[in-house]
């Protein structure tokens, strides 16, 4: 694991949950995959892995050694996180909105 890797491991093991969000792994090597799921595996990290088309054998079988959910859409995406509420705006009191 070279130094890149250890500070991104070392900063997801110390915080408490975050969830990341990587778009088009699709493209992604089977070693980056890997790479994801260890990741998933060793730190606190919630992985979002957004891939279109049909999984390989390869990536079948990684998913089989972790905890994962398959969306096939959009609608099952807002399930699984509903978007957050939009924060007040700056100025108006209770009683103005």
Avoid: K
């Avoid at 890149?4 to 792994?25: E, N, S, Y």
């Avoid at 390989?56 to 972790?66: A, K, Q």
């Avoid at 399930?79 to 924060?87: E, I, K």
């Amino acid at each position: 694991m070279d130094e890149q890797h250890r500070t991104v491991h070392t900063t997801l093991t110390r915080r408490p949950r975050c969830r990341i969000t990587v778009l088009r792994t699709h493209r992604l090597g089977e070693g980056l995959w890997a790479d994801l799921i260890h990741l998933h595996l060793t730190t606190n990290a919630q992985l979002i892995l957004v891939h279109h088309g049909e999984p390989g054998d390869s990536l079948t079988h990684l998913l089989r050694h972790c905890d994962h959910r398959t969306i096939t859409g959009y609608t099952g995406m807002l399930r699984l996180h509903p978007p957050r509420a939009a924060p007040p705006a700056p100025g108006l009191s209770d009683a103005d909105r």
